[in-house]
Each structure stands twice: as C-alpha cells, then as structure tokens.
C-alpha cells in the first residue's frame, strides 16, 4: 500500500494545472448512456473514481476507453459508445468504492426503462441516503424495491417509461439532482426539479445533455424545467469536464498555508468564491482571471471562522483543508459542519501532528500553533487526505501520510503536481 514522505518547511512557486473536476466527471461519463450514440469527452482527470466507472460502463456492455496514453495530447480523453448495453445493472463488486455508482440509476430506467443498481458505497464521512433519489424516480411512474442490498427499478417502455413530474427533495443533494435530471431528459412531458443543487458542476452536466438534444432551463438555479425527449445524440463535439474547483481550492490553502506563490491554470475563480474570501480574509493575496487564479502568501496566516453549507456557500468538501490552513494561523478560529456527520475524522491525525482541535458535536475550535511537528499519519477519507498532506508541507520533519488509496480517488498524482511547485514529497512503498 503506498504511502506519501513529506519533509515540511519549503514554500510552493511556480504554475499548476487545475484537472477536470471528478464531481463533473462521474455523472456526466453516466449520462453517455442516455444515447446509443457514442460520446467523446475531454479533460477527463485520470483518477481511480473515474477507472471505476469506466469499468462499470464496461460491464454493462459499453465501450469505454481512453483514447490515448497518459501524458499524451489525448491521453485525458474518453470515448463512451453505449449502444450495446445489454446489461442495465451495476454490482456491489464496482460499486462498494464510489457511491457515485448511484449516477447511472437515471439514465439506465430513463434509456433502457429497467435497472439494478447496488446500494452504494464509498468514503465513511456521514450518512447520504439515496432516498431522495428513489423518490424522485417514483414520482417519475418508476416501480422501485430494494431488496437484498440493491435497487430494482422498473420502468417499462411498452407502459410509456417515465412521465413528468414536479419534485421537491427534502433536501438539497448534488447527486440526487443529477440523477434526476437525467432520468427526466427522456421522460414523457415536463419535470420540475425544486430546491435543486446548484453547484457549477450540474449546469456543466446540463451544458452536456443540451448539446445532446435535450431541453433544460433553470440549470445552475434551485428549480431546473426539463421537457423530456424522444431521444438523445453524441454532442456534434468533444464536452470538455469543467475545471475542478475542489483541487484548486486545496492548492490555494497549501499555499496559504506554507506560503509561496503560485499561478493555477485552468482554474475557475468564479467557483471559489467563498473560499477566496475566507482565503483572503486569512491574509493571502489572490488576483485571477477568467482560467486562472494566483495566489501569493507569507508568513503565518490569520485564523478564520467558518460554517459549510450548499453552494454557493462554503464546500464541505474544502473544510479539512482549511482546518489545515487554521491550525498553524494566529489566533483561534471556529468551524461548524452541517453537511456530514463524520466530517472530522481527520482531526485526530491532526492532533498527531501537534495541532490544537476541540470538537463539540459538528463544531470544531481551533486554536493555531506555530508550527506542527512531523508524524505518521492515516488518510480517512478523501478531503482529509488532502488535509494532512497540507499539514504535513507545513510540518517540521518527515510526515507520512497512510492510505492514500482515498487520495487517488479525487486527486490527480497531487504529490507529482506539489513537487513541480518545490514540495519535497514523495511516493512510497509502505514496506519500504
């Protein structure tokens, strides 16, 4: 099992490029399967999530493939020809890793009018119940059990498939939305999403299935209209993913946190709003423009209070990077989670490292220190992964992060990308 070996206390200069975001990635790879067409996307980041789903795809019956090596001008895109699926089912086998696996629920009962999918799986931070999924899909006329671990829908097409309908979830959900957006592109009639997610990457999936003939209006608001089609074709060009705003939000609090200054390309600004002004309000300077944002700090950063909530407020997918940032800043800070239960699991690696956490319920007090001191640590999850790798750039001595296997699954060769900037680290063999 590899490992990373961090040695702390070097800045970060120089230019990184911003990868194609994972969370756009998954869904939109699924919604390939909402046409017999085949579908070529670029800036497909080469991530473990991503080989998952490309091998879920596989088994369905669909051709799935990179059309070049890694590190070649094609090597980040993907052609999806799913007009053979002759197997509507995603197994526990592909899916216990990825809850993401959830995404081709939508597109398999809309196309085909039948599906089953396992009950997913995936980082342990909280409960994320696909109800809300199922329940969209059941005021869509879909028939659902669960039984034996799996879903089992059935729409049937010679019944007239799915029909629109309005649907209000009890709560906001990314992939709920993208679930059902897709399942209703080819419904019969309207179908009104209400307290919709609005993350950037949902309009991207929306931006797609419009190029492939569907018909989407509010995307990117909380109601989204679809008016269901008879069909859906290959876009008449490549959709290229949208840039991951959750890696460039990691890499603006690396360099918050060691200090530097670093150019990201390809990254978005308009999607780090949130974070650029904690970010700033911690003392970093950021300037950007429309494919990239600069980031230039020195010395220790200032404690910031925060709370995350859905888009366009602060992602939780960035709280235990930032908790990073805090527990080295001047003075004490307060972090309140409201999206996942088991959100801190990382803080007792923190405390490892000699960081200042105390924790009461969802809240979080961090008290920063001047500076950390080296240890062996263990990834619990994906974000906290990227978390203790920040830590671990800040940290005196050698830092190891274990079980990076999460890392993989949300962040391109990070450790290669950090050491073009002048990290030292790493990537080891833990026997060695």
Not at 313 to 338: K, L, Y
Request: hydrophobic share 45%; net charge negative; glycine share 10%.
């Amino acid at each position: 099992m590899d490992q990373l070996l961090i040695r702390g206390g070097r800045t970060l200069q120089g230019e990184v490029a911003i990868a194609g975001a994972k969370n756009a990635a998954l869904p939109e790879l699924c919604a390939a399967l909402l046409t017999p067409e085949p579908v070529t996307f670029d800036n497909v980041p080469r991530l473990q999530d991503v080989a998952t789903t490309l091998k879920l795809l596989r088994n369905m019956g669909a051709q799935a493939d990179w059309a070049g090596e890694r590190d070649t001008p094609q090597g980040n895109s993907v052609r999806i020809d799913a007009s053979s699926v002759t197997s509507p089912e995603a197994p526990y086998e592909l899916v216990k890793t990825m809850r993401a696996a959830i995404l081709v629920l939508g597109p398999l009962l809309s196309r085909f009018g039948e599906a089953t999918v396992s009950l997913p799986g995936g980082c342990a931070i909280g409960s994320r119940p696909v109800d809300q999924h199922i329940k969209g899909l059941q005021a869509m006329g879909a028939q659902i059990v669960v039984e034996h671990g799996y879903i089992l829908a059935k729409a049937p097409k010679g019944d007239g498939g799915l029909k629109g309908a309005r649907i209000t979830t009890d709560m906001v959900t990314v992939t709920g939305t993208e679930n059902l957006l897709m399942a209703a592109t080819l419904a019969q009639g309207e179908t009104v999403l209400e307290n919709a997610a609005q993350e950037p990457e949902i309009p991207d999936l929306a931006e797609l299935l419009i190029s492939m003939g569907a018909k989407i209006e509010g995307h990117g608001s909380s109601r989204i209209h679809v008016q269901g089609v008879d069909r859906l074709h290959a876009p008449k060009s490549a959709h290229r993913i949208v840039a991951d705003r959750i890696e460039a939000g990691t890499f603006l609090c690396a360099v918050a946190a060691v200090g530097g200054d670093v150019t990201l390309r390809g990254a978005r600004a308009d999607h780090l709003d949130a974070v650029i002004e904690k970010l700033r309000e911690a003392g970093a300077t950021i300037t950007s423009g429309s494919d990239w944002i600069r980031v230039q700090a020195a010395g220790r950063p200032r404690a910031v209070s925060f709370r995350t909530s859905e888009y366009p407020a602060f992602p939780t997918d960035m709280q235990a990077q930032f908790m990073a940032v805090n527990a080295i800043a001047d003075g004490s800070a307060q972090i309140a989670e409201t999206i996942f239960e088991n959100r801190f699991m990382h803080v007792n690696e923190l405390l490892r490292l000699g960081a200042k956490v105390e924790i009461d319920g969802r809240t979080a007090m961090v008290t920063g220190v001047e500076r950390l001191s080296g240890a062996t640590v263990m990834a619990t999850d994906l974000r906290a992964s990227a978390s203790l790798i920040i830590a671990g750039l800040v940290a005196e001595g050698e830092t190891r992060v274990d079980r990076i296997y999460h890392l993989d699954r949300g962040y391109d060769r990070m450790e290669a990308k950090l050491r073009g900037l002048g990290a030292d680290i790493e990537r080891i063999k833990a026997s060695s």
